[in-house]
């Protein structure tokens, strides 16, 4: 697989095979990512990866206990039409996929909810860094990210970012023995093989055109 074919194929699975991820292939990615670019060398990103009993373990906390307030906004960009539009396509996408109608509020929490299990995927890795973190090592952090997700796809494997999970950072951190002043707790990423025949993650997926997003002058 080529860059261009993990890029393009990289997406967000919401459905899991019942398939184990091997310490060797999710080691060799890791170990790879450590390359990806940082501003000034800094290497923020700090993570632990779980799976098993003990993610179950963690899994029985997290939806046994209520939501709180998360440390980071990620709605803001909720602010303007524009990105509103996108969010509302690709959730009209999703739960058209799955049958969940429009008006189907309790499907749609009941479909919202398996972001607490991660979407069943067999491994999950937690995602944090030192709060004295700034803009910068937050960007540098989404790189790394992305560089695991595009390595994941190259083993065959899959993933789907969890912001969502900063809504239980004082649980995740806890059970990782963080220290709650130290370390501010970024997102989940589920890791696994997608179901090729499940719905949620074939439904069709939209981009922004590239000329309204990128300027090519002098060329």
Known sequence: MNVTEAVTTRRSIRAFLD?????????RVMD????AA????????EASIVTGQPLKDLQAKITTTPPQQAEYDW????QEPAYTARLHGVSAG???????????????MAAMMKNATS?????????????LMKEPQWSDTGMWLQTV????????????????????ANVIRDFLGLDHERYMFFCGMAIGYRDPE???NNFMRERVPLENQVKFIGF
Do not use: H
Not at 32 to 35: I, P
Not at 75 to 78: E, R
Not at 94 to 108: E, N, Q, S, T
């Open 19 to 27: 398939k184990p991820v091997p310490l060797d292939v999710i080691t």
């Open 32 to 35: 790879t990512a450590r390359w």
């Open 119 to 131: 979407f069943d995927a067999p491994a999950v890795m937690f995602v944090y860094f030192p709060r």
């Open 94 to 108: 999703m739960f058209g996929a799955m049958g969940i109608a429009r008006d189907d509020g309790a499907g749609r």
């Open 198 to 200: 499940a719905p949620v």
């Open 38 to 45: 940082s501003g000034c060398n800094y290497q923020p990103w």
């Open 75 to 78: 709605t803001a960009p909720g």
């Open 149 to 168: 997700a595009l390595l994941l796809r190259e083993e065959g494997l899959d993933s789907c970012f969890q912001e969502y999970m900063a809504l239980y």
